[in-house]
């Protein structure tokens, strides 16, 4: 009995530090965001972190004092918690599947485009006007497009051409490509030679306060910039969840034995 126990307090141990990597990345979720005046999924990811902490720490208690109904409580929560996790791993591949990024003929950067993401993706910066009301209103005083305007290396529009945008400055701090503006600046572009080439065209404005800020490649843009930050949280959380299961399976074994031998012994 006392030898499952170890285990088991081991295996709890062990949950605790793999929820710290579930924690921290909600976390980074809600300060990585700033720069794209974003919050999608602020904090889900952190307080689902947090329980698994907390169950985990419960287990972990039970383990070491031989308190069973807390056992029981880690097991029946932690497979609870473990599948919200899967749950919300398949439904962050699902919607960050698609892109909106497309090439440009001779551009280091890609353009955006809001028709390449998933449903989900475009109703978050389309189906409420005042989400991107308060969105535009952020980048409009945020440094990702004064910091592009501040830059001294591009001394002509070729270099300018052979940078490598961010998803954000590329969408909302110049005009789409097709446009056929000339370059001046960074965030300077003199009057359009296809000015029907595309409905963002006649969006542009050269007032550093406006810019693309109202364009549909700037909604695109924020959307890759935030499914660039999901993918990189998700190898964190993949990393996890099998952690998290193959522990949940160690302990559940532990458990059973440790029954076992009670049963036993009790009648022995």
């Not at 952190?46 to 070491?64: D, M, P």
């Not at 497309?102 to 109703?123: E, N, T």
């Not at 001046?184 to 050269?206: E, F, I």
Request: aromatic share 12%; with cysteine; net charge positive.
């Amino acid at each position: 009995m006392a030898v499952s126990n170890n285990i088991t307090a081991c295996v709890t141990l062990l949950t605790l530090i793999c929820a710290v990597p579930v924690i921290a990345s909600g976390i980074w979720f809600a300060s990585a965001q700033g720069d794209e005046c974003a919050r999608l999924a602020r904090w889900p990811v952190a307080i689902l972190g947090g329980l698994l902490l907390l169950t985990a720490l419960a287990g972990f208690v039970g383990a070491y004092w031989n308190r069973r109904r807390l056992l029981a409580f880690y097991l029946f929560s932690m497979a609870a918690l473990v599948v919200l996790l899967i749950a919300l791993l398949v439904f962050a591949f699902a919607v960050t599947r698609g892109s909106g990024a497309y090439p440009v003929l001779g551009r280091a950067y890609d353009d955006y485009r809001l028709d390449g993401f998933s449903m989900w993706l475009r109703g978050y910066v389309s189906d409420d006007p005042g989400r991107w009301e308060k969105i535009k209103g952020c980048l409009a005083v945020s440094n990702t497009c004064k910091k592009l305007a501040r830059q001294g290396s591009f001394v002509n529009a070729e270099q300018f051409y052979q940078s490598h945008l961010s998803p954000l400055q590329s969408g909302c701090c110049k005009p789409p490509s097709v446009c056929g503006f000339s370059y001046v600046s960074p965030t300077v572009w003199t009057a359009p030679a296809r000015p029907a080439a595309d409905p963002d065209c006649g969006l542009w404005s050269n007032d550093q306060g406006q810019l693309c800020y109202e364009c549909e490649s700037c909604k695109a843009g924020l959307l890759e910039a935030l499914r660039d930050q999901w993918h990189k949280a998700n190898i964190a959380l993949v990393v996890a969840t099998v952690c998290l299961v193959i522990l949940y399976l160690i302990g559940c074994s532990a458990y059973k034995n440790a029954q076992a031998a009670a049963f036993f012994r009790h009648y022995k």
